[in-house]
């Protein structure tokens, strides 16, 4: 699927399903959460970054030469603390060209505003596709906030990898002067009062790593 507005990718596909079917429920233990969290993220990676450039190069096999390819740029993989942890080791194990940068954002409780407490990321973005990965997309304030963290060191090309989103995110991402594209696993039917989607999956960091 995809808006007219927004470069958005729904990765629908039965192993996708099946694995956020079990990431919701709330049976599922930490360890549970944190391995299919891990298998989730490994798809969308792979899809978010089907349209990167590649060079061409030439190896030799053991019969002969042979065309190939590697990535024309280094990939950054910015995930979005806490929660967005959880998606970097299937992201680097899918891409171990990548760099990494960090960007710490809490959302408060009671007015779901994102609070910035940490960025670790080259001074210089021009020029980087930026891979954003975070689980959940509710009001879209915490992935608002790191785009314009993004922008402001120069980034034009930047990826939001999601797990679950709203439909209010996606909109507020629309609405954005740096919308990004956007690459989802499940797009879910609302945010509640608290800000919370709905069905969601609960609260991925604490979930991942239990309640601050
Ligand atoms: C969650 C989630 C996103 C954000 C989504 O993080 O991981 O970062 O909320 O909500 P939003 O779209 O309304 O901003 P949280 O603030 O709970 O922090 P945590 O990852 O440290 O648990």
């Given amino acids: 699927m995809s808006t007219d ?19 919701r429920d709330e049976h599922t233990s930490s360890a549970g959460f944190r391995e299919l969290l891990t298998q989730l993220t490994g798809m969308l990676i792979y899809e978010a970054m089907a349209d990167q450039p590649v060079d061409d190069v030439v190896v030799r096999t053991p019969i002969g030469p042979c065309p190939g390819a590697v990535l024309a740029q280094t990939p950054l993989m910015v995930p979005v603390l806490r929660a967005g942890l959880g998606m970097l080791p299937a ?7 990548a760099q990494i940068g960090f960007v710490g954002i809490a959302r408060d409780e009671h007015t779901a505003l994102p609070r910035e407490y940490l960025v670790s990321l080259p001074e210089d973005l021009s020029g980087w596709p930026v891979f954003v990965l975070d689980p959940m997309l509710a009001t879209a304030g915490s992935m608002l906030h ?13 990826t939001a990898v999601c797990v679950v989103a709203a439909p209010e995110g996606i909109a507020a991402l629309t609405a954005s002067p740096h919308a990004p594209r956007l690459v989802i696993g ?15 999956l609960g609260d991925a960091g604490d979930r991942l790593f239990g309640p601050r």
């Fill in 5 to 23: 507005s927004l470069d958005m990718r729904i990765v629908d596909h039965p192993l996708v399903r099946s694995r956020l079917t079990r990431l």
């Fill in 91 to 97: 992201a680097t194990a899918a891409v171990p060209e």
């Fill in 146 to 158: 790191t785009l314009d963290v993004l922008a402001a060191r120069g980034a034009t090309d930047v």
């Fill in 186 to 200: 499940g797009l879910d039917d609302g945010l509640n009062e608290a800000s919370f989607i709905v069905p969601g």
